[in-house]
């Protein structure tokens, strides 16, 4: 199998774990987009709103638009800084808390799924080569 075509298989396997995942009601509200903006405001732990923007490569205008649509759906809250007040934090709130869980365990059931087709040493190669090709890839 090629490169490609190995790529389009696992793309459509997290798919298919996500579709599952997210079929709960709670998400069901969520556009692509604003998944993405969440997963980003996850990992990157109490953004400032421009640094949010840095770090997606888009404007600021848009960061906060999609932002001001998770504040309206209860995902998170803008938070004034402490010592500078002109700079607004992006805080998760418990419900992106509970989307942040249910999207760690969407990735840890696709390893489980590539590791039952794989021995510990292709396991070990697998995320060596995945690590190697992905050190810090970003769309």
Do not use: C, N, W
């Not at 774990?17 to 987009?33: G, K, N, T, Y």
């Not at 209860?74 to 004034?80: A, C, H, P």
């Amino acid at each position: 199998m090629d490169l490609a075509k190995a790529i389009e298989r696992a793309s459509g396997l997290m798919a298919a774990l996500e579709s599952q995942a997210f079929a709960d009601e709670r998400f069901a509200e969520l556009s692509l987009r604003q998944m993405y903006y969440l997963g980003a405001i996850i990992r990157m732990v109490r953004p400032t709103f421009s640094g949010l923007a840095r770090e997606l490569k888009v404007t600021k205008p848009s960061v906060t638009a999609i932002v001001g649509t998770l504040i309206g759906k209860g995902y998170v809250r803008r938070v004034r800084d402490d010592e500078d007040q002109r700079i607004y934090h992006i805080i998760l709130t418990q419900k992106a808390v509970a989307f942040s869980r249910i999207h760690a365990d969407i990735h840890k059931r696709l390893a489980e799924v590539l590791a039952a087709q794989l021995d510990k040493r292709e396991v070990a190669q697998l995320a060596k080569l995945l690590g190697k090709a992905l050190p810090a890839a970003k769309p």
